[in-house]
């Protein structure tokens, strides 16, 4: 099960499809549930410096998660879901400095 802390990764229709496995929503407040084994989060955003420390803390891998190449008609936050995810368990695509599963 991954763990989903942002309430706008929570909100991408389809999310487990894209995971192949199934997601919990997490809190800030609470200690990381044992059956969670990953935390997503969105690319190297600022916001994501605190679920990535909490998942560090608890020993569990973190997924980077962005935008796919092929993303859709209209903008995510304008409500268009998307039709590809960056699914990444190393780093993220486009920062070079650090290795990725691309």
């Given amino acids: 099960m991954i763990g989903i802390y ?11 499809k894209f995971l192949a496995q199934p997601c919990q929503k997490l809190s800030l407040l609470r200690p990381v549930p044992q ?12 916001s994501a410096a605190k679920p990535v420390a909490i998942a560090k803390a608890a020993g569990k ?4 998660l962005e935008d796919g190449f092929v993303r859709s008609l209209d903008l995510g936050v304008n409500g268009e879901p998307p039709l590809s995810l960056v699914v990444d368990d190393c780093g993220i695509y486009y920062d070079a400095s ?4 691309l």
């Fill in 61 to 64: 891998p973190v997924i980077r």
């Fill in 6 to 16: 942002s309430p706008g990764i929570w909100r991408i229709p389809h999310l487990e």
């Fill in 98 to 101: 650090k290795p990725s599963a």
């Fill in 35 to 46: 059956e969670v084994n990953a935390i997503a989060v969105w690319g190297h955003r600022p």
